[in-house]
């Protein structure tokens, strides 16, 4: 009797169901969709709507959410104007992207004076979001010839520090000059010059500001990439710089 009352509960019992795998893959599709929320929330660069996203996701899901940093890491374009509109705060300061000042076949005289002047500051994005460039004439950092940054570029670099320091970008500082050759006991060539120049810079970042020397990259490329042709006077000063490179690295 035995077998048979075992034989006939095995009998009884429920077929499974072939469909119950459709339950956790429902679950599974809810949560990756309330994950994609978040992230387009993160990326939409509105502190509250995240932040609003994280805390509902955290309730929804039951996990406890991690404090998160009230600042949300800046996306190139935006943190490129916050930058601008920092800097044109600055008194006799012009600041003016660098496509529009190239609109034109050559770069206007008055556009020239003013960067030669010390008194304007270009900006230029990189393709593909990648990140942003500041242009700083020399005559903005330093004497002719010399590597000693002047003390009314001090200002300038100070506020640039405040947005290094959020450690989302990597800084390559390149020095560039025009194609005179330099005569100069300290400096054998315009490659040594337009590097120190750029050493300079990174100091002031880092000793003064407080900005950290791991995020900096050097370069010194003398009158390999000038930014107009050094045919005219004014067109060669112009191409001696120090370009701030930006590159987001998020990581």
């Given at each position: 009797?035995?077998?048979t009352?075992?034989r006939e509960?095995?009998s009884?019992?429920?077929?499974?169901?072939?469909?119950?795998?459709?339950?956790?893959?429902?679950?599974?599709?809810?949560l990756l969709?309330?994950?994609?929320?978040l992230l387009?929330?993160m990326?939409s660069?509105?502190?509250?709507?995240f932040?609003?996203?994280?805390q509902?996701?955290?309730?929804?899901?039951g996990?406890l959410?991690m404090?998160?940093?009230?600042r949300?890491?800046?996306?190139?374009?935006?943190?490129?104007r916050?930058?601008v509109?920092?800097l044109a705060d600055?008194?006799k300061?012009d600041i003016?992207?660098l496509?529009k000042?190239?609109?034109a076949?050559?770069?206007k005289?008055?556009?020239?004076?003013?960067?030669?002047?010390?008194?304007?500051?270009?900006?230029e994005?990189l393709?593909n979001?990648?990140?942003?460039?500041?242009?700083?004439g020399?005559?903005l950092l330093?004497?002719?010839g010399?590597?000693?940054?002047?003390?009314?570029?001090?200002?300038?670099?100070?506020?640039?520090?405040?947005?290094?320091k959020?450690g989302?970008?990597?800084?390559?500082?390149d020095?560039?000059?025009?194609?005179?050759p330099?005569?100069s006991?300290?400096?054998?060539s315009?490659?040594?010059?337009?590097?120190?120049r750029?050493e300079?810079?990174?100091e002031?970042?880092?000793?003064?500001?407080?900005?950290?020397?791991?995020?900096?990259a050097?370069?010194?490329?003398?009158?390999?990439?000038?930014?107009?042709?050094?045919?005219?006077?004014s067109q060669?000063?112009?191409?001696?710089?120090?370009e701030?490179?930006?590159?987001w690295?998020?990581?």
């Amino acid at each position: 009797m035995a077998q048979t009352y075992h034989r006939e509960r095995r009998s009884t019992e429920p077929a499974p169901n072939p469909n119950a795998w459709m339950i956790t893959f429902a679950d599974l599709c809810t949560l990756l969709l309330t994950f994609f929320v978040l992230l387009f929330s993160m990326s939409s660069l509105n502190d509250r709507a995240f932040r609003n996203t994280f805390q509902n996701f955290s309730k929804a899901t039951g996990i406890l959410a991690m404090k998160v940093d009230e600042r949300v890491a800046l996306r190139p374009y935006r943190l490129m104007r916050e930058m601008v509109k920092s800097l044109a705060d600055l008194e006799k300061l012009d600041i003016a992207s660098l496509e529009k000042v190239r609109r034109a076949e050559r770069i206007k005289d008055d556009d020239a004076q003013r960067m030669i002047s010390g008194n304007a500051i270009w900006y230029e994005e990189l393709e593909n979001e990648a990140g942003f460039s500041f242009i700083l004439g020399q005559q903005l950092l330093f004497e002719s010839g010399q590597a000693v940054l002047n003390p009314k570029a001090h200002p300038i670099l100070e506020k640039l520090a405040q947005f290094m320091k959020s450690g989302f970008y990597t800084i390559y500082i390149d020095g560039h000059t025009d194609d005179v050759p330099i005569r100069s006991e300290r400096f054998g060539s315009n490659e040594e010059l337009s590097l120190a120049r750029a050493e300079a810079v990174m100091e002031y970042l880092v000793v003064r500001c407080g900005a950290n020397p791991k995020l900096f990259a050097l370069g010194g490329y003398g009158s390999s990439h000038p930014l107009v042709p050094n045919v005219a006077g004014s067109q060669k000063a112009v191409n001696r710089r120090v370009e701030l490179i930006f590159h987001w690295n998020p990581a």
